[in-house]
């Protein structure tokens, strides 16, 4: 009985070995943005009022090799919500203002027919529901497209002017991410292990612009600057 009791528990114990083992397996992806060239995943990005910067975006992937490889991949980076789609959408915020900067996995030139990049906006997963405003990519491969399990890559990248009178205000920009939709989704952010879909966790980051100095300040810091230069002289 005690033997057949201890091959019982083995046999439980490799069942939840193995459980665990197939929860580790499964092909998971992180999607993220950040200035061009800072691959951080950070959920604060500084910039100033009236500037222009370069976001860009970055993924990688965990366990695609031995789920079929990378095959479908697309990343939507909003700013606002809107039910109109394509040019036509009008973003409801105009503190930023997006313009393609390149498109292209590893930021080279992706000759598929079917790579897209546009305007989102329109209707959601659900019944009237709006998507947000913003820019997306998407990549389709009737095979795999070529990519390493852990290596960072980099999407594509937007030029975004921050507003001048922005200055001391928090903006969040969302990666908008389909949940809801079992097919993939024009405008959202998700991927394609072999015929597997998978569901980035949805990932938002804050630019923080920064304040500007009020008149007494910078009349306080002049005069200070001055008496060190007096002082220095003498």
Same mark, same amino acid.
């Given at each position: 009985?005690?033997?057949?009791?201890?091959?019982?528990?083995?046999?439980?114990? !490799?069942?939840?070995?193995?459980?665990? %083992?197939?929860?580790? *397996? #499964?092909? $998971? =992806?992180?999607?993220?943005?950040?200035?061009?060239?800072?691959?951080?995943?950070?959920?604060?990005?500084?910039?100033?009022?009236?500037?222009?910067?370069?976001?860009?975006?970055?993924?990688?992937?965990?366990?695609?090799?031995?789920?079929?490889?990378?095959?479908?991949?697309?990343?939507?980076?909003?700013?606002?919500?809107?039910?109109?789609?394509?040019?036509?959408?009008?973003?409801?915020?105009?503190?930023?203002?997006?313009?393609?900067?390149?498109?292209?996995?590893?930021?080279?030139?992706?000759?598929?027919?079917?790579?897209?990049?546009?305007?989102?906006?329109?209707?959601?997963?659900?019944?009237?529901? !709006?998507?947000?405003?913003?820019?997306? %990519?998407?990549?389709? *491969? #009737?095979? $795999? =497209?070529?990519?390493?399990?852990?290596?960072?890559?980099?999407?594509?990248?937007?030029?975004?002017?921050?507003?001048?009178?922005?200055?001391?205000?928090?903006?969040?920009?969302?990666?908008?991410?389909?949940?809801?939709?079992?097919?993939?989704?024009?405008?959202?952010?998700?991927?394609?292990?072999?015929?597997?879909?998978?569901?980035?966790?949805?990932?938002?980051?804050?630019?923080?612009?920064?304040?500007?100095?009020?008149?007494?300040?910078?009349?306080?810091?002049?005069?200070?600057?001055?008496?060190?230069?007096?002082?220095?002289?003498?």
């Amino acid at each position: 009985m005690k033997f057949q009791f201890f091959r019982t528990g083995l046999a439980a114990a !490799a069942i939840i070995v193995s459980g665990v %083992a197939a929860a580790q *397996s #499964a092909p $998971s =992806i992180d999607v993220w943005f950040n200035k061009t060239g800072n691959t951080a995943h950070s959920g604060t990005i500084s910039a100033t009022a009236g500037s222009t910067l370069s976001l860009t975006v970055y993924f990688t992937t965990t366990n695609f090799t031995a789920s079929g490889g990378l095959s479908q991949l697309g990343a939507m980076l909003g700013f606002s919500s809107s039910l109109t789609s394509g040019a036509a959408a009008v973003p409801t915020d105009p503190r930023l203002t997006y313009v393609p900067a390149s498109f292209g996995y590893n930021n080279a030139s992706y000759t598929a027919s079917n790579f897209f990049n546009g305007l989102g906006g329109g209707s959601g997963p659900g019944s009237g529901t !709006a998507r947000p405003y913003g820019y997306a %990519a998407d990549i389709f *491969s #009737a095979g $795999s =497209i070529a990519n390493t399990d852990g290596i960072i890559n980099s999407y594509y990248s937007l030029s975004v002017t921050v507003a001048a009178n922005a200055a001391g205000q928090t903006i969040t920009v969302p990666l908008y991410v389909d949940t809801v939709d079992t097919n993939p989704g024009t405008f959202s952010t998700y991927a394609y292990a072999g015929s597997t879909k998978v569901i980035p966790t949805q990932f938002s980051a804050n630019i923080v612009v920064a304040a500007t100095p009020e008149p007494a300040t910078m009349a306080v810091l002049g005069l200070g600057l001055l008496a060190v230069v007096r002082r220095r002289r003498k």
